[in-house]
Each structure stands twice: as C-alpha cells, then as structure tokens.
C-alpha cells in the first residue's frame, strides 16, 4: 500500500520560514515526480513545486526565490523549504507523487496545514 506522509506543518509569523518534508512508502522515488501543492479557504488546489527523480524542478509563480524544493531520493523523501513566508501563503499543502510511465501512479498526502500569522 502507498502512503505520502507529511510532517512540518505549523503556525509561523510572516518573514519566518518553515520547512515540510514528504516521504513515500510502498513506491520508490524513480521515473517520477513528487511535489507540494496547496489550498486556501476559497480557492483552487495550485501548484507550489515539483522535482522529478532526476532533479528537475518547478515552481508556481507565487513562490519563485521564497521557496526551494529539494529531494533526498534513497530516502524516498521530499523538502520544502519555505523562506519569507507571508500571509498568502497560509493554505493546507498537499504532498504528490506522479509517475506517467507504467506501472502509472498519482498520488496525494492527507495535507498539512501552514498558516502564517503574528
């Protein structure tokens, strides 16, 4: 059975940083990509960032130079280090793992919450 297990979630005062970490048990980290997205009361589940098992990332245009995704793939693990948080970022964010290759797979992590506030 697979399973994405969040941790580093958390209240953290606007400026501060943060850092989530996502690990995937039941599939290993290769020929795929796993990443953050998140959702605000409101709104639509966007786009945080994402990095393939060859170490390419990808950033939603809210984040770009405030965040840096990084991935430790023996350990089947991703990071979000997350710098300058403000307000705007406070959502629940949501770990994903895709493979479009066979065996195909996607899927999300129960969430954790971040709010930023003083």
């Known amino acids: 059975q697979v399973q994405l297990v969040e941790s580093g979630g958390g209240l953290v005062q606007p400026g501060g940083s943060r850092r989530l970490s996502c690990t995937v048990s039941?599939?290993?980290?290769?020929?795929?990509?796993m990443g953050w997205f998140r959702q605000a009361p409101g709104r639509e589940r966007e786009l945080v960032a994402t990095?393939?098992?060859?170490?390419?990332?990808d950033y939603g245009g809210g984040v770009k130079g405030r965040f840096t995704i990084s991935g430790d793939n023996p350990r089947n693990t991703i990071y979000l280090q997350m710098n300058n948080l403000e307000p705007e970022d406070t959502a629940v964010y949501y770990c994903n793992f895709r493979r479009a290759v066979t065996p195909t797979a996607n899927y999300w992590g129960p969430g954790t919450q971040v709010t930023v506030s003083s």
């Open positions: 039941g599939r290993s980290f290769t020929a795929a990509r």
């Open positions: 990095i393939t098992s060859g170490g390419t990332t």
